[in-house]
């Protein structure tokens, strides 16, 4: 199915089957407004990044939780390279970080 995902200032993220019209899964472990959400580029994992200085790697299938990283600073952004093997995410105090999701 065709898949949306959803940032929101209430600290969820939502994905959405688009066919259906219907959110599959409210993902709530954030605890700051999400700005941003990425999906790998498989489609299997979803990043997102919140201004709680999180970045978490989602399951796109089941939407639970695989990885969270603590930065700095709140995530303003979120961007996956074209492997899907690593994430890029920019954060409130100037500071730019890539996660190597290999390890």
């Given at each position: 199915?065709?898949?949306?995902?959803?940032?929101?200032?209430?600290?969820?993220?939502?994905?959405?089957?688009?066919?259906?019209?219907?959110?599959?899964?409210?993902?709530?472990?954030?605890?700051?407004?999400?700005?941003?959400?990425?999906?790998?580029?498989?489609?299997?994992?979803?990043?997102?990044?919140?201004?709680?200085?999180c970045v978490?790697?989602?399951?796109?299938?089941?939407?639970?939780?695989?990885?969270?990283?603590?930065?700095?600073?709140?995530?303003?952004?979120?961007?996956?390279?074209?492997?899907?093997?690593?994430?890029?995410?920019?954060?409130?105090?100037?500071?730019?970080?890539?996660?190597?999701?290999?390890?």
């Open positions: 199915p065709l898949v949306l995902a959803s940032a929101s200032f209430d600290s969820t993220v939502r994905l959405w089957d688009v066919e259906r019209g219907a959110c599959t899964h409210t993902l709530t472990r954030h605890k700051e407004p999400v700005y941003s959400v990425a999906f790998s580029p498989d489609g299997k994992f979803l990043a997102s990044g919140s201004f709680d200085k978490n790697i989602w399951s796109t299938q089941s939407g639970q939780l695989v990885h969270s990283y603590l930065g700095t600073g709140g995530i303003f952004e979120v961007c996956w390279n074209s492997r899907g093997d690593k994430v890029g995410a920019s954060a409130s105090d100037g500071t730019v970080f890539v996660l190597d999701l290999r390890k």
